[in-house]
Every structure is written in structure tokens, then in C-alpha cells.
T-cell receptor
Framework: AQSVTQLDSHVSVSEGTPVLLRCNYS??????LFWYVQHPNKGLQLLLK??????LVKGINGFEAEFKKSETSFHLTKPSAHMSDAAEYFC????????????FGKGTTLSVSS | DAGVTQSPTHLIKTRGQQVTLRCSPK?????VSWYQQALGQGPQFIFQ???????QRGNFPDRFSGHQFPNYSSELNVNALLLGDSALYLC?????????????FGSGTRLTVV
């Protein structure tokens, strides 16, 4: 079965410093992986997705993630945090090669201080 | 171009009652999925509808049922409400031909069961 584990429930950074949100996945085959962001009282927004093309995936708002099969990881990074990045971030895997349900991690709360 | 629209945004129900939540998909999308997000957790897949049929179902009891209409809009029904059903219910639309990529999420319906 597919699963994802977000290694940190809460990450705090200062504005202008790098962001690292960690995610490990479990999959019996090459997975489809996503990062979503959820701002308070708003819907989930797709940041980026990995679908077995380039292992370094660039997303919106300066975020990127690198798929590392040897480490079963898909960590999300951003070189310089902005106050507007404060939100809940979810690492997500598609449920199967034929299935289309999304399996979400428990989420990481990103706090950004000035 | 309207995104996914969910109604109502909030509602309060009493234990044992029944509730119906509604979702209008993004223009051009033909598939609707429903997710339950408990407080402090990641969303969990309830079920997915395509061509007015339930195509895939998560680990939820039969008290949770749904429907998709010819215009692709969808309803989620929950019978015999329990306190534990209190959550944010998210609707996501997609294009079946897109093999599960390109989900668009609504802002959700916050259900409180008292």
C-alpha cells in the first residue's frame, strides 16, 4: 500500500531563511507524489507534482522538491521564506497506478517569523 | 473560470441527524472526489464519482453516500451523524482522462456535530 510520512509536524523559520519540509514515502512501484499547501479557511492548492519525469521538480512560489528513490524521500524546499508562506503543507501520494485517490500525510505547519 | 464551489460553508447538526453537502466541479471537469479532514489531520479519501457512478471508495462506513448528477455536480450525504463526523469536508474535481492529475479542491464545508 502507498503511504507518506511527514517527519515534522511543525517547522519554524525566519523570513529570508531556507525552508525544508521533509517527507518519506512508501510504494511498491514508482509513485506519483505531490505537495499541497493549505492556508487558513482556504482550499488545498497544488504546489508541485512528481510523475516519473525529472527528479527535481519546480513548483509555484519558488518551491521545489527532489525525488530520491534510494532514500524514498520527496522533501520540499525553498531558498528564502516569505511571511506569506506560513501555512499547512501536505505531502501526498496517489493511491495506485490505476487508482486516483490521493493519500495525504498528516501535514507540517510552517511558521515564518519576521 | 470558476473553480470548485462547495455549499454550505459551515453548518451545525445534532447527533443522529442527516446532512447533505454539495459540490460544483471546476468547468470542464467530469470527476468529483470527496475528502474528510479532521482537525489537525490530513484529508482522508471518502469516495470518487465519475459518470454518475461511485468509482472508488475509501475506508468509510455506509452512512456516507454520494451522488453525481448529469451536470457533474455532486452531493455527499451522511446519515446518523456522530460527534466524530465533525470535520472539514473537501470536494475535489478532476478530468478522468487526466488519470488523476490536476485535482482542484474547493474551500470545504465545515461540519460541526453537537
Amino acid at each position: 500500500a502507498q503511504s507518506v510520512t511527514q517527519l515534522d509536524s511543525h517547522v519554524s523559520v525566519s523570513e529570508g531563511t531556507p525552508v525544508l519540509l521533509r517527507c518519506n514515502y512508501s510504494s511498491s512501484y514508482s509513485p506519483s507524489l505531490f505537495w499541497y499547501v493549505q492556508h487558513p479557511n482556504k482550499g488545498l492548492q497544488l504546489l508541485l507534482k512528481y510523475t516519473s519525469a525529472a527528479t527535481l521538480v519546480k513548483g509555484i512560489n519558488g518551491f521545489e522538491a527532489e525525488f530520491k528513490k534510494s532514500e524514498t524521500s520527496f522533501h520540499l524546499t525553498k531558498p528564502s521564506a516569505h511571511m506569506s508562506d506560513a501555512a499547512e503543507y501536505f505531502c501526498v501520494v496517489r493511491s495506485g497506478q490505476a487508482g486516483t485517490a490521493l493519500i495525504f500525510g498528516k501535514g507540517t505547519t510552517l511558521s515564518v517569523s519576521s | 473560470d470558476a473553480g470548485v464551489t462547495q455549499s454550505p460553508t459551515h453548518l451545525i447538526k445534532t447527533r443522529g441527524q442527516q446532512v447533505t453537502l454539495r459540490c460544483s466541479p471546476k468547468s470542464g471537469h467530469d470527476t468529483v472526489s470527496w475528502y474528510q479532514q479532521a482537525l489537525g489531520q490530513g484529508p482522508q479519501f471518502i469516495f470518487q464519482y465519475y459518470e454518475e457512478e461511485e468509482r472508488q471508495r475509501g475506508n468509510f462506513p455506509d452512512r456516507f453516500s454520494g451522488h453525481q448528477f448529469p451536470n457533474y455536480s455532486s452531493e455527499l450525504n451522511v446519515n446518523a451523524l456522530l460527534l466524530g463526523d465533525s470535520a472539514l469536508y473537501l470536494c475535489a474535481s478532476s478530468l478522468a482522462a487526466g488519470a488523476g492529475y490536476g485535482y482542484t479542491f474547493g474551500s470545504g464545508t465545515r461540519l460541526t456535530v453537537v
